[in-house]
């Protein structure tokens, strides 16, 4: 039997190790936001959020298109995903005990899990060569197809976090099923439920290839829907691939805005679902 | 409860009840139920048709190349665009060997997160901490590549190996020259980009174990660090697994970043030195210049052999973590 | 008081909104390309140029590869592609021959090396190129390197090979001129955008084999004449079929050109290859790149819009090439583009007159 200090030592190493590995786990994070800011926070100026892409060689040119772009293809990815995905949520939470709620939740699970690409390749066939162009539509579906399995499963997890007795009260003061989930539990879980779809919405963001064969990219500045747009994630891989080092300061500044834009969302949903529990 | 005598006797005089209303209220269902109900299960059933539209539009596109390769294009691995000859074999090992090398760096990593979350970690840095390795799962895959291009390659192949090497340089999975780009560097940034979820999962699993277990251990005599490994990890083992294999299954289908840093060859070696290739890798390197159309199906039909690979993780991982939290959600936060 | 207001805003508002709408009354017109990433950076400049010089045309080019733009080219998903690689007759076969292949620009493709020490331009030939990429000269101090490189020291260093990943047109020109000048390259790999490589490291894109070549000491890649300027990195002289060793410029990729383009009759579709061209003063790996068109097109105002924006381009558009290093159209190949322009019909008529000199 080992000696009791031995075993404390021991202890204390193991201790030491797993500091360590949050230390090193924490890491990556810092060394790349790091990077970013390095290499891009001196291509961020007023003009990169304000102009568009200029010819090569002249100055002042920036990165608008792309990030209203991104803009504008998340909301219509939130407009196509949000409500199918909190449905869904709510389905499988208060309906899905069933073999119809099993199938829907395996299948979002598995969804979730899907390489982005295929989902690119899918939507190029059935959103793009139909209609005989690219389009910030198909771009904004693409997305909604990655969005509404994380929302849906999220949404679920916070619907069954409202206590059961919430349910029942309302139901015992004559509310009808439907108006007690939309007011009573829908309404005590919807903070969560906005987290979750914060968080979804940061991932989507970020996306690159569901959007290489649907949106396509544009140079120029457009807010038509049925047309290529251009994208942030899309503009920092072209422009990162590209030859000149004009383009690749662009990239990194791009980087910088994406990276910061989708730590913001999820530094904001982490803190409302964290707040949330505290008062819970 | 119900006044009966009311009902039997003078059915259109004798005053409803608000108590009789709310029975009524709880037996029948209203209409606005029926239609929401509805709803509902409308919406909800769009998941599983995208899914069967996904796995029809991969079968049919890569039926050409299933006619033509059969079984060898799981076998065979010569991928010649020129020619017309696809065989899948690289890809296929490529995108297993760089996600074992991504668990392996990666569930330790993540399991002592986890423990140091849930059982070492002063509760004032226990938040913090959580959120920053959270925020990992957040960072574009694109931004991880052009991290792996500039950052991780140069630091591996100028200042760690050279390190290593006289040690390592005769192990036959570290054998070669080692050019930068290569299996173990995708690994490594697999295992960065995996480490939040497992570590997330793992996370509430262990939270999910029984303060009386803890407690029972260390009241039979065991110091901290014993009653964590010889109690709570075997306790919430299942859940574990499920978070490992859950992990796994975000490793198969990562691109961007994998497919900057691999090398790009098809090619089965055995050193982890060696440039590789991965099924999402190459689709992403291939897809939009794929000319000819067999070159298109049998890239379509890698797709769907990677679609399968992730569903069957993935039904894996669920099965096993909802033995642990029972259907939910569990770790879908992290998501 | 407020209703008062509150009228006199809204019409004040809706006169705005009249104005405007006047004034954009002529309606913008939006064309769609994508295709190869080895013209883009001057491709991006002539839609950028062209919209400053035509505020109400927005063509809208995208760099997704040289095959992908053929494949949206036959699938009617862009207006127009565009290809650093031919289509072949099977593919202008898909799409019933509705197509021209319109000249652009003119680039050169170099082998690019990083080698610890030397600092000298190497020379190559086809046969070493091929040797070097099949995997069959593997050291830098190789007798066939060192035959052809006496005054330099190569040292015994292994040969790192960089080649393409993804599909590229680069690929294509690069693999088409050892096709040409190794007959086992041409029976064992033989030329594509994508080809089954016998030895090497796959690079994402020209900054991808740029960055293995900067990376990796004693490496060797193929790149396009800009990237390795850009990036700095050694590349060599090769060998042209006249026996000289010749740096790809813009001169020698132009005269590249001209030999064809002397034999260049009127019905040519342009799919020429000008690899190991004839003549002294030519760099053997250079290409022409083509703008996909259609021959018949459906819609009028579209059609004018985009033949136009071309004969701009081939005329005007040329003064940037220099900037940009890419080597201009020869004088023969642009009278001929002009007549071919000319010949691109809308329901059998012409789109563009008879007497068209460009806007």
């Known amino acids: 039997m080992r000696g009791r200090l031995f075993r404390r030592m021991f202890g204390s190493a193991m201790t030491g190790l797993t500091y360590a590995a949050a230390v090193l786990a924490i890491l990556p994070l810092a060394v790349i936001f790091a990077m970013l800011l390095v290499k891009g926070a001196g291509s961020i100026n007023w003009d990169f959020f304000v102009k568009s892409a200029v010819p090569f060689g002249e100055s002042g040119g920036g990165f608008a298109h792309a990030i209203v772009g991104t803009l504008i293809m998340v909301s219509l990815a939130c407009a196509f995903g949000l409500p199918i995905g909190v449905g869904t949520g709510v389905f499988l939470a208060e309906f899905g005990g069933g073999r119809l709620g099993f199938t829907v939740r395996f299948v979002a699970d598995v969804l979730n899990g899907v390489p982005s690409i295929v989902i690119s390749i899918f939507a190029w066939t059935w959103l793009v060569k139909p209609t005989g162009h690219f389009s910030a539509l198909a771009g904004g579906a693409a997305l909604a197809m990655i969005l509404v399995p994380i929302v849906a499963r999220t949404t679920e997890e916070m619907v069954r976090l409202v206590p059961n007795s919430l349910r029942e009260a309302a139901l015992a003061l004559g509310y009808q099923r439907w108006r007690a989930t939309l007011q009573v539990v829908v309404r005590t879980a919807l903070s969560g439920i906005v987290t979750g779809c914060l968080v979804a919405i940061a991932r989507v963001a970020g996306e690159t290839a569901p959007l290489l064969f649907t949106a396509l990219g544009n140079e120029f500045f457009s807010t038509r829907l049925n047309g290529p747009m251009a994208a942030l994630p899309l503009q920092v891989w072209r422009y990162a691939l590209g030859p000149y080092d004009e383009w690749h300061r662009e990239a990194w500044a791009g980087a910088l805005v994406l990276i910061t834009l989708v730590l913001a969302l999820s530094l904001i949903a982490r803190a409302v679902v964290r707040a949330k529990r505290q008062h819970a | ?335 | 008081m407020l209703k008062q207001t509150l009228k006199s805003a809204l019409l004040a508002a809706a006169g705005a909104g009249l104005l405007a709408s006047a004034a954009a009354a002529q309606e913008t017109m939006r064309l769609n390309g994508a295709g190869a990433t080895f013209p883009q950076p001057i491709y991006q400049k002539w839609v950028l140029e062209y919209h400053n010089l035509h505020q109400n045309i927005e063509i809208n080019y995208q760099g997704i590869g040289s095959g992908g733009g053929i494949r949206q080219f036959t699938d009617h998903t862009v207006d127009f592609g565009a290809s650093d690689g031919p289509m072949t007759d099977a593919q202008i076969q898909a799409v019933n021959g509705n197509v021209y292949h319109m000249p652009t620009v003119l680039g050169a493709v170099v082998p690019t090396y990083n080698i610890p020490g030397v600092t000298a331009q190497l020379k190559f030939t086809g046969d070493v190129l091929a040797g070097i990429w099949l995997g069959q000269i593997t050291k830098w101090n190789d007798s066939r390197l060192t035959e052809l490189n006496p005054g330099v020291s190569l040292p015994d260093q292994d040969i790192v090979v960089a080649h393409r990943s993804d599909g590229s047109g680069t690929t294509y020109i690069w693999t088409d001129y050892l096709s040409k000048v190794s007959a086992d390259w041409a029976q064992r790999v033989g030329k594509g955008t994508s080809v089954n490589w016998p030895v090497g490291l796959g690079g994402q894109g020209n900054p991808g084999v740029a960055n293995i070549v900067k990376q990796t000491p004693g490496a060797i890649g193929y790149v396009e004449l800009i990237y390795a300027i850009q990036n700095q990195i050694g590349y060599g002289l090769v060998r042209n079929k006249a026996g000289r060793y010749i740096q790809a410029s813009l001169e020698t990729t132009t005269n590249a050109a001209a030999g064809a383009v002397a034999h260049l009759d009127a019905n040519t579709d342009f799919r020429i290859s000008i690899t190991d061209a004839d003549g002294n003063d030519v760099y053997p790996i250079s290409s022409f790149t083509w703008l996909l068109v259609p021959k018949e097109m459906t819609d009028m105002a579209k059609a004018r819009a985009l033949l136009e924006f071309v004969w701009w381009a081939v005329h005007d558009g040329e003064q940037y090439c220099k900037d940009l290093a890419y080597a201009p159209l020869p004088r023969r190949v642009v009278q001929l583009e002009e007549e071919r322009l000319k010949s691109v019909t809308v329901d059998g008529q012409a789109v563009l007159p008879r007497n068209y000199r460009g806007r």
């Open chain 2, 1 to 335: 409860m119900t006044d009966l005598s009311a009902t039997v006797l003078e059915p259109e005089l004798a005053p409803r009840s608000t108590a009789e209303e709310r029975w009524r209220a709880l037996r029948t269902v209203s209409r606005g139920d029926v239609v929401f109900r509805a709803l509902l299960t409308v919406l909800a059933l769009f998941l599983p048709l995208l899914l069967l539209l996904i796995a029809v539009e991969l079968v049919s596109q890569a039926m050409p190349a299933v006619h033509k390769f059969g079984l060898s294009f799981l076998t065979t691995s010569v991928w010649d665009p020129v020619r017309g000859e696809f065989g899948a074999l690289p890809l296929i090992f490529g995108t297993l060997y760089s996600s074992l090398v991504a668990l392996v760096i990666a569930v330790p990593l993540a399991l002592a997160c986890a423990v140091f979350l849930t059982e070492f970690a002063p509760k004032w840095l226990r938040t913090p901490v959580a959120t920053m390795i959270e925020l990992l799962a957040a960072v574009p895959s694109v931004i991880y590549g052009l991290w792996g291009i500039f950052v991780l390659i140069p630091l591996l192949r100028d200042h760690i190996w050279p390190v290593l090497r006289p040690v390592l340089g005769h192990v036959p999975i570290f054998s070669g020259v080692f050019y930068g780009p290569s299996v173990l560097a995708a690994g490594v940034i697999l295992a960065v980009m995996i480490v939040p979820y497992i570590a997330a999962v793992s996370r509430e699993v262990l939270l999910a174990v029984p303060s009386s277990q803890r407690e029972a251990g260390l009241a039979l005599g065991a110091t901290r660090w014993e009653t964590v490994w010889g109690v709570v990890l075997p306790y919430g083992r299942t859940g574990i697994i499920g978070a490992v294999i859950l992990g796994l299954g975000r490793a198969l289908g990562e691109t961007m970043a994998v497919q900057m840093v691999i090398g790009n060859r098809h090619e089965v070696a055995a050193s982890l030195l060696q440039p590789g290739y991965t099924i999402a890798a190459a689709i992403a390197s291939e897809f939009s210049e794929a000319v000819s159309d067999m070159h298109l199906s049998a890239l379509f039909l890698v797709g769907a052999v990677l679609f399968v690979i992730t569903v069957i993780v993935n039904a894996l991982a669920r099965l096993l973590v909802w033995q642990v939290a029972r259907g939910s959600a569990v770790g879908s936060t992290a998501i």
